[in-house]
């Protein structure tokens, strides 16, 4: 286990106020400052990319080429992309107004909003963490990162290695555990971007309230999957295994529990073993073996095969929680009625994946649920575009990331309008008193014409 040094809890409120000062300052205010940041923070991943393989194999046992695809790739990529984007999404927005307003230049100011605080988890630390930082930079804002304690190796080495690449006056890291944590979160932000579990989100959301404090919850949940019975149950089951695979099921997006037909869960079962054998040949533990659902685990390096529970009931165990691992249920169902009841009976989740090939299905989901996302016929690939916004709903968390949507969240709008001295004629009317003619001119978007309409299905 790594030493990770923690930061004193009494240098955390002068880090802030040191952030402060400098956001202050409008350092960070320059487009081109910015971008410079961005363009550290992408050679940062690049350039260490062998350094952060080597602590996420010592704290994870996390294979380099999940390191590499999932996470720096995606650092460099988003940070490269945010900061060529970066002039078109600060420029201000002119609105389309009626013709009498324009002479007041209505504007929306791009404005950062300060100093803020990313709380970042274990699980995907490097993408985690530096996701949400690449929306802070862009946007103008100075950070604070936590990153978590259970990836001590990670924590430290970007503790060392953040202030080589971006300026230590306007990002800083803060290690530690719970007494750190509460320090921060005492203190008062002016954005505050959580990833992480619903116990803690409930801890960080009562200390946001305190100060008013903005805030972005990335959370998780239990995300179901519903299978048709026409579709391929093979494909399905390999894209399905392929999620849930990714990162050991140790992911907010990971396909938690299956709804299939009753008569079409053997033959999902045996999709899952075929695909099961085509990704690990040799046993995903290392040694052969006939199906997936033993559930065979290695204690000795804490691991446990992919494995398929089937005939789960709405009682079991794996139905209370996140399963947060890579165990899968499949639970029977009569209908796609019945599949959606399932679903709404709890929280919203993160995401829905469906896979149909039926369009009146597709619709039907899409108007009888709500999730954060929803996938149809593949998992855990719509994180692959930036473009989209991710964001929970509910219990799985709100606030919106990716790419100009981080940036968005990091950005307050600043509304903004100039009225010329050659107005005031126009506007001679508001000043009291108020006669006749000025009262009507005033009200009259009071006496507006509606159009007739009529609600469907004789309702109100």
């Known amino acids: 286990m790594a030493t990770l040094l923690h930061t004193p809890i009494d240098e955390i409120a002068k880090i802030r106020d040191a ?32 350094a952060f393989c080597d602590a996420l194999a010592k704290d994870l046992s996390k294979p380099r080429v999940e390191v590499m695809a999932a996470e720096v790739g995606p650092v460099v990529e988003r940070a490269l992309k945010s900061a060529e984007q970066l002039e078109e ?10 013709g009498w307003q324009k002479g007041w230049k209505p504007t929306l100011l791009k404005a950062p909003k300060g100093t ?32 978590s304690e259970a990836v001590p190796h990670f924590s430290q080495l970007i503790a060392e290695l953040l202030p080589k690449y971006l300026d230590p006056s306007a990002y800083r890291i803060v290690n530690g555990a719970v007494p ?27 200390a946001a309230v305190k100060h008013l404090t903005p805030l972005s919850l990335e959370l998780g949940g239990k995300s179901p999957v519903i ?7 093979d494909l ?36 899952f073993e075929k695909a099961y054998k085509a990704f690990f040949p040799d046993g995903a533990l290392g040694d052969k073996v006939t199906g997936v659902m033993e559930g065979r685990k290695d204690a000795a390096r804490k691991r446990i095969e992919p494995t398929v529970v089937k005939d789960v009931k709405d009682s079991d165990s794996l139905m209370e929680e996140e399963i947060f691992g890579p165990v899968l249920a499949i639970i029977p169902v009569d209908d796609l009625e019945e599949a959606i009841a399932f679903i709404n009976a709890r929280p919203h989740p993160l995401v829905l994946y469906v896979f149909t090939e039926d369009p009146v299905a597709k619709e039907k989901i899409i108007n009888e649920t709500q999730s954060g996302g929803i996938v149809f016929n593949d998992t855990f690939q719509h994180l692959a575009v930036g473009e989209l916004p991710f964001s929970g709903i509910g219990e799985s968390g709100y606030g919106y990331q990716f790419m100009k949507y981080t940036y968005d969240t990091f950005t307050h709008l600043r509304s ?25 001119a005033l009200a009259g978007a009071a006496y507006l014409p509606i159009p007739p309409s009529s609600p469907p299905s004789g309702r109100l």
């Open 19 to 50: 952030l402060r000062a400098t956001f202050k300052s409008g350092v960070t205010r320059p487009v081109a400052w910015r971008k410079h940041q961005l363009y550290q923070l992408a050679r940062m991943a690049q350039n260490e990319a062998e």
């Open 227 to 233: 299978v048709d019975a026409a579709y391929d149950m």
């Open 89 to 98: 999404w600060a420029r201000p927005e002119c609105p389309e107004v009626p």
């Open 180 to 206: 750190e944590g509460a320090q921060l979160l005492d203190l008062q932000w002016d954005h505050i971007f959580y990833t992480g579990n619903g116990r803690v989100a409930r801890i960080v959301a009562a």
């Open 116 to 147: 803020v605080l990313i709380i970042s988890p274990w699980n995907y630390p490097v993408i985690l963490t530096f996701q949400p930082l690449i929306g802070a930079i862009a946007a103008g804002c100075c950070a604070v990162v936590k990153p």
């Open 416 to 440: 903004s309008i100039d009225m010329p001295k050659e107005a005031e004629p126009f506007l001679q009317m508001r000043y009291p008193p108020h006669g006749a003619e000025a009262a009507q």
């Open 236 to 271: 399905a089951a390999k894209r399905i295994l392929w999620g849930k695979c990714n990162n050991a099921g140790q992911i907010c997006v990971a396909p938690d529990y299956i709804l299939v037909p009753r008569t079409k869960q053997d033959e999902l079962v045996r999709g």
